[in-house]
Structure formats: C-alpha cells, structure tokens
T-cell receptor
Framework: AQSVSQHNHHVILSEAASLELGCNYS??????LFWYVQYPGQHLQLLLKYFSGDPLVKGIKGFEAEFIKSKFSFNLRKPSVQWSDTAEYFCAVIPSGGSYIPTFGRGTSLIVHP | DAEITQSPRHKITETGRQVTLACHQT?????MFWYRQDLGHGLRLIHYSYGVQDTNKGEVSDGYSVSRSNTEDLPLTLESAASSQTSVYFC??????????????FGQGTRLTVV
C-alpha cells in the first residue's frame, strides 16, 4: 500500500516569506499527485494536481509544486506567502491504474503572521 | 453546479446510539470515500466504494458501515457510537474510467461528538 509523508507538521512564517512544504510518497508505480488546502473550519479544496507532463505544476493562489520522480517527492512552494495562506495543507497520492484510493499525508499547519 | 453535500454538519450523540451520516454527490462519480480527520492523524480512510453495491473497508473501519444503493449516496453508519469516534468526518468522491481518474472532491464535513 502507498504512504505519504509530510515532514513539516507546523510551519510559522511572516508575510512575504517564501514557503516550501515537503511531500514524499512510497509507491512503486505511476501516481497522480495532489495538494489540498483546508482553511480553518472548512473542507479540503484542491490547490494543484499532477497527472503527467511537465513536472512543474502551477495551481491557484500562486502555489506551485514540482514532481521529482527519482526522489518520490512533490514539494509545494510559494515565493511570497500572505496572511490569508494560514491553513492546513495536505499532500495526497492516487495510484494510477491501481486502487484509485487517495492516500493523504498527516498535513502541515501553516501560520502566517502579518 | 455539481456538488457533494454532507448532513448533518454537526451532531451530538450519546454513547451506544446508532448514528448515520449522509453523503450525497451530484457529480455522477463512481468512487466515493469516507474519511475521518483527527488532530495529529490527518485523514484516515474509513470505507470506500467503487460503484453501486460495492463497498470496501479502509484502514479504520471498525465500528462503521456503509451501503451504496445508488450512484449518488454513500451513508456512513456508526453501529454503536463510542467516544473514540468523536471526530470530523469527510465524504469525498472521484471519477475514473479507462485508467484515467480525477482528483477527489470533498464535502463540507460533519463534526460528530459522542458524549
């Protein structure tokens, strides 16, 4: 079974700082990769997704992620965070051609100070 | 617009009672999932379904059951609620066909408290 590791459980930044959240997965086959965001008290919303093609994926709100197959990684980045980016961020993996079950990391809590 | 809705949004119940959480999606997705979200554990899969009459256990299925009688609905039942089942429950759906699949779309969540 696949698993997803998010190494940063809590991140605190000041506005305008750069952000990078790590995500590694374990699965031997082809995968689809996702980052979701959960604002306080809300449901999960898709930030960006990777299915194939260009490994650098751009999402909403200025976020991007890079798929590095050799490292089994899909790190999330944003060059300049805003207070409104305060949220929980989840990395997820769906095996392509397999079970189609999304497996999530434990999440990273991001707090951005104004 | 297509959507996925959960009800109720908040529920307080007593230990030992049977509780059913509803999930209804209008995406016409074949896959549906139930997760619970707890601090420090992220989202853990309870049950999932690939289609009508298909249900499968996830990693934390003990004490829960689901049924899929149509494409749109996957109700989650707690047979005898326990305090350990106090959590936020999320329903999700996705679509796949011919080896291609979409991302998962989530409902708004149900906050369940067992007292």
């Amino acid at each position: 079974a696949q698993s997803v590791s998010q190494h940063n459980h809590h991140v605190i930044l000041s506005e305008a700082a750069s952000l990078e959240l790590g995500c590694n997965y374990s699965y031997g086959g082809t995968v689809n990769l996702f980052w979701y965001v959960q604002y306080p008290g809300q449901h999960l919303q898709l930030l960006l997704k990777y299915f194939s093609g260009d490994p650098l994926v751009k999402g909403i709100k200025g976020f991007e992620a890079e798929f590095i197959k050799s490292k089994f990684s899909f790190n999330l980045r944003k060059p300049s965070v805003q207070w409104s980016d305060t949220a929980e961020y989840f990395c997820a993996v769906i095996p392509s051609g397999g079970s189609y079950i999304p497996t999530f990391g434990r999440g990273t809590s991001l707090i951005v100070h104004p | 617009d297509a959507e996925i809705t959960q009800s109720p949004r908040h529920k307080i119940t007593e230990t030992g009672r049977q509780v059913t959480l509803a999930c209804h999606q209008t995406w016409n997705h074949n896959n549906m999932f139930w997760y619970r979200q707890d601090l420090g554990h992220g989202l853990r899969l309870i049950h999932y379904s690939y289609g009508v009459q298909d249900t499968n256990k996830g990693e934390v299925s003990d004490g829960y059951s689901v049924s899929r009688s149509n494409t749109e609905d996957l109700p989650l039942t707690l047979e005898s609620a326990a305090s350990s089942q106090t959590s936020v429950y999320f329903c999700a759906s996705s679509f796949y066909r011919d080896g291609l699949n979409t991302e998962a779309f989530f409902g708004q969540g149900t906050r369940l408290t067992v007292v």
